[in-house]
Each structure stands twice: as C-alpha cells, then as structure tokens.
C-alpha cells in the first residue's frame, strides 16, 4: 500500500533535500565528464570482473562488487521488496560477476547479507538514510578465479576529485558500462553529490577513485536525483561502513529493517517561483 504524507512533511523532506543540494545548484557538471562506454567484449571488461549484475528474487537486480572472494558490496535498499517494504531472503539473491551478452564469469547465490544497523529503510528520505545506504552480501561460495580480482577500499573521495562508475541500469541491463570521467561535486554530512549518469538497476554500484595503481571502491550509488533539471547521483563513503559490516557478519548477525515509503517526487514554491527535486532510488 502507497504511504501518504502531509504537506507539512514533505516540505520538510524537501528543505533537507535542498540543504545538501545547494552546492550543486551553483555547479554546473564538467565539460570533461565522459559518456557511458558499454563493457560488452572480454577486452573491454578486463579489469572490471568484479563487478557484477545483482539478481534479485527475479523481481529486479542492483549493482554489486566483490571486495573478497566472498563478499559482495551494494546498497542495502537492495535488500527489501520495493513494494511490500519487507526484506528479501538473501538465498533468492544471485550475484553475476561481468555479467553480459546473457553470460557470466561466475554465478554464486548469497549464502546471508548485513545492511548497515544505522540504515532505516522505513525512514523519509534524508541524508542519513543515504549515508548508511551500504550493505554487504556473503556468497555461499568463494569466487576464486585469476580473472577476478576482487576490489580494494579507499577513503571518502574528496570535492573535485574525479572517480568512475561501472553499474547495470534500465536500458543497460545486459552488460555493464563504465563513466570514467565524473566527479564529486560536493560532500556533505557524509554524503556525497556525484556528476556519475546511473539509473534503475545503478543501485550498489561501486563508485572508484583512481589514486594508486588500481582503481578502488570509495562509494557505492545509493540514489539518483535532479535538481533543476541537472541530473547527479548520491552515495557515500564506505570506509568506515565495510568495517562495521564485517564486524556484523564475523559476529553471526542479518541486519534488516522494515518497509519503505512510497514518496518520489517532491515539489516546493520559494520566492514566487517553482522549483523540484526529484529524488529516487535507481
């Protein structure tokens, strides 16, 4: 069943929107952010094997990234059914690394999962909830192939700094596709403004910064949103997040939360002109 809200409260909704957002209305995305180059041969993909096609309960699929032989990094929105808001049973979940042209590198099922125990999937929409939006999902088996290297961690990119994204999307859904050349446009309480092109199915994709010799995992796609009719995609940083997430996994435990709201477009007059903010989950 849809939630309703107050106008009361999505004007509220809206201010925190807008609070972080600031930073981008005054930025306009570089010239130099490079288009979508589609990973469909075995050439093109090298180096990205990693990341992977999430299939889930063959309801949908998110963006995921091995960080171990045996641990998958996405958004923890990917864990609940989008209309029920309850969670989903991580056995029904299948990872499918370099997924394309309808054939993998390797198929593993998800043996368990941990979302973030700060991330409210019941919540409005904040920049909290996009801050915490990190899970980790553990494969029954390891994937342990010499074509599959597994993905580092980095520290929280900093404002200016260009990264790359590899994800699946609607449109794009049978082989992955690379940005090498956005940015972050502006970080704020823990989150990050990112001039990255995602879409349905970008959920969970590993966001990259390239500061040493190999490309490492610094954020995942938690949301797409426009803002003025510019188009940016929200993450975080996942440092200090896969820790806890590891620590929440070696103790034995499965963070869930409860259902989501319905809310996806939000609109607000100031100054007798009207100005939107689309926020969604892709």
Same mark, same amino acid.
């Given at each position: 069943?849809?939630?309703?809200?107050?106008?009361?409260?999505?004007?509220?909704?809206?201010?925190?929107?807008?609070?972080?957002?600031?930073?981008?209305?005054?930025?306009?995305?570089?010239?130099?952010?490079?288009?979508?180059?589609?990973?469909?041969?075995?050439?093109?993909?090298?180096?990205?094997?990693?990341?992977?096609?999430?299939?889930?309960?063959?309801?949908?699929?998110?963006?995921?990234?091995?960080?171990?032989?045996?641990?998958?990094?996405?958004?923890?929105?990917?864990?609940?059914?989008?209309?029920?808001?309850?969670?989903?049973?991580?056995?029904?979940?299948? +990872?499918?690394? %370099?997924? *394309?042209?309808?054939?993998? &590198?390797?198929?593993?099922? $998800?043996?368990? !999962?941990?979302?973030?125990? @700060?991330?409210?999937?019941?919540?409005?929409?904040?920049?909290?909830?996009?801050?915490?939006?990190?899970?980790?999902?553990?494969?029954?088996?390891?994937?342990?192939?010499?074509?599959?290297?597994? +993905?580092?961690? %980095?520290? *929280?990119?900093?404002?200016? &700094?260009?990264?790359?994204? $590899?994800?699946? !999307?609607?449109?794009?859904? @049978?082989?992955?596709?690379?940005?090498?050349?956005?940015?972050?446009?502006?970080?704020?309480?823990?989150?990050?403004?990112?001039?990255?092109?995602?879409?349905?199915?970008?959920?969970?994709?590993?966001?990259?910064?390239?500061?040493?010799?190999?490309?490492?995992?610094?954020?995942?796609?938690?949301?797409? !949103?426009?803002?003025?009719?510019?188009?940016?995609?929200?993450?975080?940083?996942?440092?200090?997040?896969?820790?806890?997430?590891?620590?929440?996994?070696?103790?034995?435990?499965?963070?869930?939360?409860?259902?989501?709201?319905?809310?996806?477009?939000?609109?607000?007059?100031?100054?007798?002109?009207?100005?939107?903010?689309?926020?969604?989950?892709?």
């Amino acid at each position: 069943m849809k939630r309703r809200y107050s106008v009361t409260k999505l004007e509220a909704v809206l201010r925190v929107i807008l609070a972080f957002m600031l930073a981008v209305w005054a930025t306009t995305v570089a010239a130099e952010d490079t288009r979508l180059e589609t990973l469909q041969t075995g050439d093109a993909v090298r180096q990205w094997e990693a990341v992977g096609r999430l299939d889930i309960d063959g309801q949908g699929f998110c963006t995921g990234a091995l960080i171990s032989d045996r641990l998958v990094l996405t958004a923890a929105h990917c864990l609940y059914d989008k209309d029920t808001g309850g969670h989903i049973d991580p056995t029904k979940i299948e +990872f499918r690394a %370099a997924w *394309r042209n309808g054939r993998a &590198e390797a198929y593993r099922t $998800v043996r368990r !999962a941990v979302a973030h125990p @700060e991330y409210d999937f019941d919540s409005t929409i904040t920049t909290s909830r996009v801050k915490n939006d990190v899970a980790i999902l553990e494969l029954a088996q390891p994937i342990r192939n010499g074509r599959i290297t597994p +993905f580092a961690i %980095a520290a *929280r990119p900093r404002k200016g &700094e260009r990264v790359g994204v $590899v994800s699946y !999307a609607a449109g794009r859904a @049978e082989a992955p596709s690379l940005q090498e050349g956005c940015s972050v446009m502006a970080r704020q309480f823990g989150m990050l403004v990112l001039s990255c092109d995602v879409d349905y199915g970008s959920s969970g994709a590993p966001v990259f910064v390239f500061s040493s010799d190999q490309p490492r995992i610094a954020s995942v796609i938690s949301a797409k !949103a426009e803002v003025r009719g510019q188009r940016v995609s929200l993450g975080t940083g996942v440092e200090a997040q896969v820790e806890t997430l590891k620590a929440d996994l070696a103790a034995g435990k499965g963070v869930f939360q409860g259902p989501a709201p319905e809310l996806r477009r939000l609109g607000q007059t100031e100054g007798g002109a009207k100005s939107t903010a689309k926020f969604l989950r892709p």
